[in-house]
T-cell receptor, first 116, second 113 residues
Framework: EPEVTQTPSHQVTQMGQEVILRCVPI?????FYWYRQILGQKVEFLVS????????KSEIFDDQFSVERPDGSNFTLKIRSTKLEDSAMYFC??????????????FGPGTRLTVL | AQSVTQLGSHVSVSEGALVLLRCNYS??????LFWYVQYPNQGLQLLLK??????LVKGINGFEAEFKKSETSFHLTKPSAHMSDAAEYFC???????????FGTGTRLQVTL
């Protein structure tokens, strides 16, 4: 069964450094998403991406964040200058983009980002 | 704006007992509703989703949920708990196809012998 994959599974970085989190969505899906889950808190939406542009973003997704689909398979989240409060589990998701009903988002296993 | 409230951050049941996890939603438009499960150190897996075709929705692993518009609820149930059901369960709402999911705070289900 196709699945969303994410690399790395765990990333440790120093405050102020740039990090890139990578995701490979399910191959025929059209919508891509990033969510994060700070330890002990709920899963929060960051951004959605469709047709090579951001379709929706939250107030969390400020100028420090960017997303890119550099080729036909990868979807990346970049944090330019990490802060301590960016420490969280980051989930990538993709959905097929079905019309006429709720689209199921399929989640990857997550990347745990630790900022020291 | 939409939101989800999950009552009870921790629920403990005995193996074989009824599981009931509560979810109430708020939405200005007819919602799409989802239940996801998260096993330790894993991602989120869809249990079931409400599509408006039927108010009682059956999902994987014997779980089901009933959409009650008058109560703005979408509670998750399973008649008989199994040890393997121990996990965190998240209710989520969206307002259109492919739009963002807004999650509740989650309920950790513990199953005891």
């Amino acid at each position: 069964e196709p699945e969303v994959t994410q690399t790395p599974s765990h990333q440790v970085t120093q405050m102020g450094q740039e990090v890139i989190l990578r995701c490979v969505p399910i191959s025929n899906h059209l919508y891509f998403y990033w969510y994060r889950q700070i330890l002990g808190q709920k899963v929060e939406f960051l951004v959605s991406f469709y047709n090579n542009e951001i379709s929706e973003k939250s107030e969390i997704f400020d100028d420090q964040f960017s997303v890119e689909r550099p080729d036909g398979s990868n979807f990346t989240l970049k944090i330019r200058s990490t802060k301590l409060e960016d420490s969280a589990m980051y989930f990538c998701a993709s959905s097929p983009g079905l019309a006429g009903g709720p689209d199921t988002q399929y989640f990857g296993p997550g990347t745990r980002l630790t900022v020291l | 704006a939409q939101s989800v409230t999950q009552l009870g951050s921790h629920v403990s049941v005995s193996e074989g007992a009824l599981v009931l996890l509560r979810c109430n939603y708020s939405s200005s438009v007819p919602p799409y509703l989802f239940w996801y499960v998260q096993y330790p150190n894993q991602g989120l897996q869809l249990l079931l989703k409400y599509t408006s075709a039927a108010t009682l929705v059956k999902g994987i692993n014997g779980f089901e949920a009933e959409f009650k518009k008058s109560e703005t609820s979408f509670h998750l149930t399973k008649p008989s708990a199994h040890m393997s059901d121990a996990a965190e369960y998240f209710c989520a709402v969206s307002v259109s196809t492919a739009s963002k999911l807004t999650f509740g705070t989650g309920t950790r289900l513990q199953v005891t012998l």
